[in-house]
């Protein structure tokens, strides 16, 4: 095991080891090392023009209790987000165990990413994924810009949860259900 002293702390790291900094602290890199954090799937879906649209995000997280809020980053480069952001409600669905062909259906460039998803749409326009474990109604709260992305805050309105389905967790760059 190597070992690593940064002033009077000491952090035991695992053989092999090492930090990259740097000029080789590419994306790349990044995405390699992001990649050993599990996180879950969430769908964030609209109703637009009367179609359902969609896309899936998984830096996804609570921010707080009082007043109920939640957050996602949106990459700048993504063409859908823009699209939800002017919706008036926003539909999250924390993705289940099952849902591997649905987190890759909403996260597809190019096609119908409906066309195979189970979902349904509620008068207000929020677009929910069915058989999800968690379902959260939310409005736009506020969008701060950091680096390369969108930290997007959303007010949650409602929610629902189905107990008895386990989430799908994201980890090594695919699609797990947790044991």
């Known amino acids: 095991m190597a ?3 940064e002033g009077s702390r000491t952090a035991v790291l695992g053989d092999g080891a090492g930090f990259i900094g740097g000029a080789e602290l590419t994306p790349e890199v ?7 954090y599990p ?16 896309m899936a995000a998984s830096s996804f ?3 707080s209790l009082d007043p109920p809020l939640v957050s996602v980053c949106m990459a700048h480069t993504s063409e859908t987000w823009p699209k939800l952001r002017s919706a008036e409600r926003l539909g999250v669905s924390v993705l289940s165990h099952h849902h591997g062909a649905v987190a890759r259906a909403l996260a597809a460039k190019t ?3 409906f066309a195979s998803v189970d979902w349904v749409a509620d008068s207000q326009g929020s677009v929910f994924i069915g058989e999800a474990t968690l379902w959260l109604d939310c409005t736009l709260s ?10 997007v ?16 967790v994201f ?9």
């Open 39 to 54: 996180s879950g799937v969430t769908a964030i879906c609209a109703l637009l023009d009367g179609e359902p649209v969609g």
């Open 30 to 36: 990044l995405r390699r090392s992001f990649a050993h």
């Open 111 to 113: 096609g119908d990413r």
């Open 142 to 151: 506020d969008q701060v810009r950091a680096g390369d992305h969108d930290i």
């Open 3 to 5: 070992m690593a002293q």
């Open 171 to 179: 980890h090594g760059s695919t699609f797990r259900a947790l044991a």
């Open 153 to 168: 805050i959303l007010n949650v309105e409602r929610v629902a949860s189905n107990p008895d389905i386990a989430p799908i």
């Open 61 to 63: 997280t609570s921010v």
